[in-house]
């Protein structure tokens, strides 16, 4: 019997080698070690052995068992990629196979918040005016009627380049005098977004780099009513119909008067919460008429013309729409932040 085990041994072996294809690997396998297979068949003739033969058979019929099943485990594996290297050959698109991940871009929250002020802007009849980062002094301050002695310009700690008199922009409002200066004497319905610079201490409420987002129309019979109009409208366009609004009065040195318009806050409906610091309203932006010394620095006659502007942070409105705590997150380039928007 032992020798019929060997005998059964080596056929197997050859069968198994012989083996075209998986289909004939597995009716190999049924045949050989499965529960009606040959093995197991002569495995159960165990009882008509001698005694003293049974210990030396049981043994090398579990070795014949396992080496079998070593043999056939690799050539499962060498048949399987054979099979695979013969498709991949014989077609050009394997359907089976895991597909790759696509990454997709998408734009930074800072965009889609200037994108969608772009959008209510443009809807409203303003167009962007592009100025430059860098300026000079007389543009970021002078004719803006911020002078030199004047005590606003502590308000803006300002990053100064080795050449004298030329500055990063603190502000977007320079862009306000290269519009006019441009435009005199059409009328003026411009925004004017763009990024500006602070030397600051950077904290999670204060960066040294953050975007703004002017606004300004010059005209002739322009008056504050236009300025609340336009500036609600805008309002309800971006946080909802129903936000209500209120002025309250301020002061910058290139409009007056100068106001804040806070908004309704959205996350209490006006109730209070923690967002808006329980008094029901979010500051959202400053404007004002602008200041007759503007509109002629610009070239613009204050007796004849008339003009209101408005300046507001993407980032802040981003931040408040989003319960962002952290203005650091914007320019950190963390993934984990980008993603969830
Ligand atoms: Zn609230």
Redesign the pocket.
């Known amino acids: 019997m032992l020798e019929q085990l060997e005998s059964l041994y080596q056929q197997a072996l050859t069968n198994l080698q012989a083996a075209p294809d998986t289909a004939a690997l597995e009716d190999w396998y049924r045949d050989t070690l499965g529960r009606k297979g040959q093995v197991q068949l002569l495995s159960r003739q165990v009882g008509q052995l001698e005694p003293a033969q049974r210990p030396a058979f049981g043994q090398r019929i579990n070795s014949v068992k396992n080496e079998l099943e070593a043999a056939y485990q690799q050539r499962a594996a060498a048949l399987k990629m054979a099979e695979l290297e013969a498709r991949l050959a014989a077609e050009q698109l394997d359907v089976t196979l895991p597909g790759r991940q696509q990454f997709h871009g998408r734009l930074h929250p800072a965009s889609q918040t200037l994108r969608q002020i772009y959008r209510i802007w443009g809807d409203m009849g303003f167009q962007i005016y592009r100025s430059r980062d860098v300026e000079t002094d007389e543009y970021n301050f002078e004719l803006l009627n911020i002078p030199q002695h004047h005590p606003a310009r502590d308000m803006w700690d300002t990053f100064h380049t080795t050449a004298p008199g030329i500055i990063l922009r603190t502000h977007t409002s320079p862009g306000q005098i290269h519009a006019m200066k441009e435009y005199f004497p059409e009328p003026i319905r411009v925004i004017l977004p763009g990024m500006c610079y602070r030397y600051e201490q950077i904290t999670a409420r204060s960066e040294i780099q953050f975007h703004q987002v002017e606004g300004l129309a010059v005209g002739k019979n322009i008056n504050m009513t236009h300025l609340k109009g336009t500036l609600t409208d805008f309002a309800r366009r971006m946080f909802g119909a129903e936000r209500k609004v209120r002025f309250r009065a301020n002061y910058f040195p290139f409009t007056e008067p100068s106001a804040e318009m806070d908004v309704e ?12 610091k ?3 309203w ?1 500051e959202i932006l400053g404007c004002g008429m602008v200041h007759p010394t503007v509109l002629r620095n610009g070239g613009y006659d204050p007796a004849v013309y008339a003009g209101f502007a408005f300046g507001m942070g993407p980032e802040r409105i981003a931040m408040l729409k989003y319960g962002i705590e952290d203005i650091r997150y914007f320019w950190s380039n963390d993934l984990r932040f980008l993603e969830q928007f």
């Not at 806050?265 to 808006?276: A, D, P, T, V």
């Open positions: 806050c959205f996350l209490c409906e006006g109730s209070g919460c923690h967002l808006c329980q008094t029901g979010l």
